[in-house]
Each structure stands twice: as C-alpha cells, then as structure tokens.
C-alpha cells in the first residue's frame, strides 16, 4: 500500500521545469477544451439534442479549468482538474451524442485517459478514472439513455469499467514514466550534478592533500586544469596551453629536454609504448628537491595508442637521502670490516686515492692517458675495497669520457670529488692519525740487527739490515693484494679461489714503490676476469675446481722480480693480433704482441665492464713499473696460465740481499 501511495503521488518539491512544462499544458489543455465547445453544440444540433442546453452545459463545464488555469498558482492542482474535466466533457458528449453514433462516443474517454499521461501525473488518471466510473454509474441509474443507446445491462457497465481500470492502469504507468523520465530529468540531473560536486569537492580535498603531483596530459603535452595541489606547486598553476615538457624545462632544463623529444617519439609511436615509456625522464631535480616521474596511459587503445597520460609526481627527497645514509652506513661498516682485515692495504688505498684526487684536481694540465689511468686505478681499488658507489661513479665517469671523446672536465671532476667527499671523512676516521717520523720494526728484524752487532759483523751487512727497517717487506703488500684478490674473486663469480704468497724476505722503499703496488691491482683484476675460469670450466678442461693466483717477491741476479701467476686460460695471442690490427699496430714479431698487450685502449673484451675491459689497466701498471726503472716480461700457455713478471734493479730499490 505503502508503495502503491508512492508511486501515485509525487514528490512534494516541484521543478522549475515541472512548472514551465504544466503550465503550457495546462493552457494547451484549457485551449483543446474551448475547442470542443463548438463540436459539441454541432453534434446537439445534429442529434436534436438541444443546441442551447449544450452551450451552456459545456461552457459551465469548462468554468472549473478555466478559474484553475488563470487564477490558480498551483500547476498539478489544475492539472488534476484537467483530469475530471476531460471526462465530464466525455460524459457531455456521450449525452449529446444520442442515436446510432452514440457508444461510439464512449472513445472520447479512452482517447482523453491515454492523453491527460503528458501532465506526468498519476494523480490526474486516478481522478478522471473516478470521474467517469461515478459518471457512468449515476448517469446510468438516472437517465440510462444518457449513457447507452439500447437497453444496456450493469454487467455492461461493469465492462465498460474494467476497460477503464485497465486503461488507466497504463496510462498511470506513462504518466509516472514520463514524470521520471522528461519531467523529473531537471530532478536527476541536478541530483546527479549535486552528486558529481559531492565527488568533485572529495576528489578536490585529495588533490589539495596528496603528496604526489597528479596530472592528466593530452597527447600534445597539454595539461588538464585539474591537478594536484603539489603539482601546481612543482609545475605552476597557469594556463593549461603550456606543454608538460615547457613547464619541466623551467625547473630541470635537461630533463625537459629529454622529456620533449621522449613524447614525441611516445606520439608518433615508433616503439612500443612500453618501450619509450621506460625511456622518459624518471627524475626531475627541482631545486633542493628530486622527483620521481611515473607516466600512466589512460585510454588506452589497441594499438598501443593513448588518450591521456596520468603524470604521478613524488618528492622522494628524503628518501634518497635516507637510502644514501643508510648506503653510506653499510658502506662505512664494510670499509672497518675491510681495514680490519687488511690495514696496510687499505691505507695504502687511502694515502693512494688522495694522491690521485689532487693530481686529477687540475685536468687540463695532466695529459688524457694519465687521467684515464688514474682513475682506471682508482675506480679498480675502489671497488676492491668495498668502495661500490665511488667505483661506480668512477665507472660512469669512464663511460661517458669514451662515449663523447672528450678529456676530464673541471666539472667531472667536481662531480667525482663530491663522492669522494662522501667518504673521505669516514676513511680518515678509520685510518686515524699517524705518526709521522717513526718507524715501525718488527721483533725478528730487531733481533737480526741485535746479532749483527753482537758478533761484530762487516759495516755493509750492518747497513743493510738498517736499510731494510725503513723499508717495507713485500710480503706485507703481496699479503694485502692477496686479501684484495679474494674480494675480487667474489665480484667475478669465481666459487673459490687459492692464492699463495712467496715474499722470499724481500724488502722495497714504500714511497717510491707506492704507484706500482697500487696499480698492481690491475693485473690480478685481469687474471681474474679473464685468465681463471670458473669451476665448471676447469672441470671440464681437466683442472682442479679452484684456480690458483701465486703472488711471488724474489731478488734473482741483482734484480728484484714482482709476478702474478695464474692457471686459467692464459692470453689468446690471435685475439690479441686483431684487436692489433684493428688499432693499426705492427705486429710483425711476439714482442709487438707484447706491446700490444701493454697499449693504451687495447682490450679483447668486447664490453667493458666496472673492473676491465677498457685497455688502460695494463697500460698503467707498465708505466708504474717504467717509473721505477723495472720492464715487464710476460709468460702464457693456452689452458694453463699467466705469468706476468716485473723486473727491477736491486741496487736502485736498495733491497735486502738474498
């Protein structure tokens, strides 16, 4: 019952366009009334009826709607009393309407049932429903021939009446449906529009309180006019014709750049969307603050196509700074691991890397092999120390110098000294002070030189025991390389690996030894990453599962030799003779080989990668051993090793005798 009343009676509220659209059916209605006036006396007249009673019974039926639509202000009111007028003008005309024609007449109410749908109102066919029932059920009991032309039953009346509930069942089915859907639709759309700005204020105090910058972008780079408010702030809050890559540009003048030439390529789609997507600009530097930039297709086709691209701006400012703390936490702790581990070598490193910075600190006045060399060297120890990120900048620094031909630029290395600041304070921490002016001594020495004095030995054995105190024992430096080998190893994916020490009590001037035993890293890096293979491999040739490296010191003839031997795979000759020719060097004969070995920018990789492969390793570590007067001999087997030694005159590095 409840839903019954619902549905029959409207809503109170009445729309602007619910009262425009009664009123001109309502006047429409009251028109087509008038009309009938004339009509209605014609068919008395014709009937005999009474032409007179006819005028006059319809223009005082008409009295009603026409007091209701002048006067009235209310619209579904007169609407309603359309509704009983429309059928007492039936009843009228049934009446005037007496003869052959006269149940004919009865269509008038059925026609009029199915019109009065357009007020919209259910009300108005529920009350010209009623009006004809009372009239059809009075007029009949009352004067019969009113209403039928024949001596008609009740049961015939009750037809007729079934007809009307039916009809009006229907026609209160249009009149709900035509208000719902036509009359009501200011109704919805304006609740739907209060919904739409319900959800434009939520998404509005979004915008306004995200961290991201959100966008939309056109595909000419447009922006839309919403946006976030961190991306008004990031990107300005103007006119929307300025391109995305235009308002980058203010901020990150590369990165706009690149961005530009990227949502070309996006556009014009000549890669999968995937692929130049990957390609835009993931990072914006605005200010003290980086941003992350993710691009989001939205209407996406399938080809790969776009409408719209989502732009999600996130400061991770503090986060990159947080994971640099934490790395260079790491970093700091692996550095005390290391130093702990190996505290000649690793200061060796130190005192080395400085020297490096402050000879690299001028780079135009240093020629281009130098600088290569030495930061080849430096970025190779680096990342034999545990050094990654200084290594990897190093690395960085390396690839681009290579790939734009050009020197070292005061600005790459402004660059490169920023991250070698970042460490620098945490090494001299670990290295600490030292005492400057002292000499450390071992326990066996001072018991040596104790002896010699006791027994009253010649003055020149004497000297040379004093000699050999200031000097460094190699095995302390081989012993280090050693430890520098073992981390090397674990960079390269060797398993395991064996390295044995043979110092053969050979002392040697640090200072002027330093260059070499710091570049000497180069040769064991190459016997690493190319000589020695991996355990697999040595099974399969036939070899013991863990390679060996011999790190050997001897005084041989009035030389000191320094050597690196491995078992791996030993030097491929012919791909050493391309590489050769490929470079426009004389290999005529072995020793041209050799040479070519040692060349500048020559190297049988065909990738270099962050510990080989750029052909100045070698090149440095024999100009290392140059400076101390040594040369270089090389020794190789296919499938059996490498041997490389470095000779040096003994009485020129005052070594100990053998």
């Not at 070292?408 to 600041?421: C, K, P, V």
């Amino acid at each position: 019952m409840k839903f019954a009343l619902s549905y029959l009676l409207l809503p109170n509220v009445q729309t602007n366009f619910e009262d425009q659209h009664l009123f001109r059916m309502n006047r429409v209605a009251l028109v087509f009334f008038w009309c009938n006036l004339p009509l209605f006396a014609a068919v008395a007249w014709w009937n005999e009826t009474g032409l007179l009673s006819a005028l006059l019974l319809t223009a005082l039926t008409l009295f009603g709607s026409t007091v209701s639509t002048l006067v009235w202000k209310s619209s579904r009111t007169t609407s309603v009393i359309h509704g009983i007028t429309a059928m007492c003008m039936g009843g009228l005309l049934v009446h005037f309407g007496q003869g052959p024609m006269q149940i004919e007449m009865h269509f008038y109410f059925f026609s009029l049932l199915a019109v009065l749908s357009i007020f919209g109102n259910p009300m108005v066919i529920v009350a010209a429903a009623v009006t004809v029932t009372l009239h059809h059920t009075v007029i009949f009991a009352i004067i019969p021939d009113s209403v039928f032309n024949y001596e008609a039953s009740w049961w015939v009346v009750a037809v007729h009446a079934a007809f009307v509930v039916v009809e009006s069942a229907a026609a209160v089915f249009l009149a709900r449906s035509y208000f719902d859907n036509v009359i009501g639709l200011e109704r919805i759309v304006a609740e739907r529009t209060s919904e739409l700005d319900r959800a434009n204020q939520s998404m509005r105090l979004v915008l306004e309180n995200v961290s991201e910058g959100l966008v939309t972008v056109d595909r000419d780079g447009r922006l839309a006019r919403e946006r976030s408010a961190k991306a008004s702030e990031w990107l300005g809050g103007d006119s929307t014709a300025t391109p995305l890559a235009e308002r980058i540009r203010r901020v990150d003048a590369a990165a706009g750049e690149w961005l530009e030439l990227g949502w070309q390529d996006l556009v014009d789609g000549i890669m999968p969307m995937s692929v130049t997507l990957d390609q835009l600009p993931k990072c914006v530097v605005n200010g003290d603050q980086l941003l992350k930039m993710s691009y989001i297709p939205i209407g996406e086709t399938k080809d790969g196509d776009f409408e719209r691209m989502l732009v999600v701006m996130s400061d991770v400012s503090a986060e990159m700074a947080r994971k640099k703390s934490e790395s260079q936490q790491r970093q700091l702790l692996a550095l005390i691991e290391t130093f702990n581990e190996d505290r000649v070598g690793f200061q060796a490193f130190y005192d080395d890397a400085s020297a490096a910075m402050q000879m690299l600190a001028e780079p135009g006045t240093q020629s281009q092999e130098n600088v290569l060399r030495w930061l080849h060297t430096l970025k190779g120890n680096a990342l034999s120390y545990n050094m990654e990120q200084f290594g990897y900048a190093i690395h960085g620094l390396e690839t681009r110098l290579a790939e734009e031909c050009r020197p070292m630029s005061m600005a790459d290395f402004q660059e490169l000294d920023g991250h070698w600041n970042g460490i620098r304070d945490g090494l001299a921490m670990i290295v600490g002070v030292r005492a400057e002016g002292f000499i450390q001594i071992s326990s066996e020495r001072a018991i040596e030189l104790e002896r010699a004095v006791s027994d009253n030995r010649d003055s020149g054995e004497v000297l040379d025991i004093l000699r050999t105190i200031a000097f460094q024992p190699a095995t302390v430096r081989l012993n280090s390389i050693a430890q520098q080998a073992k981390r090397i190893a674990s960079l390269v994916g060797l398993d395991d690996l064996r390295v044995v020490v043979e110092d053969n009590d050979i002392h040697l001037p640090p200072a002027a030894w330093a260059p070499f035993w710091s570049s000497l890293g180069h040769v064991i890096r190459n016997a690493l990453d190319h000589g020695i293979e991996s355990g697999s491999e040595r099974l399969d040739a036939g070899k013991p599962r863990v390679g060996t490296l011999t790190l050997r010191s001897e005084a041989v003839a009035g030389f000191v030799n320094i050597s690196v031997a491995d078992d791996g795979r030993g030097i491929d000759w012919q791909a050493v003779r391309a590489k050769a020719v490929q470079a426009g060097l004389s290999v005529d004969e072995h020793n041209d080989l050799i040479e070519a070995l040692f060349h500048d920018g020559l190297s049988t990789c065909e990738k270099a990668t962050e510990l080989s492969g750029r052909g100045v390793g070698l090149s440095a570590v024999r100009q290392a051993c140059l400076d101390c007067g040594g040369v270089v001999h090389v020794t190789t087997s296919l499938n059996e090793g490498t041997t490389i030694t470095f000779q040096f005159p003994q009485p020129q590095l005052g070594a100990a005798a053998a």
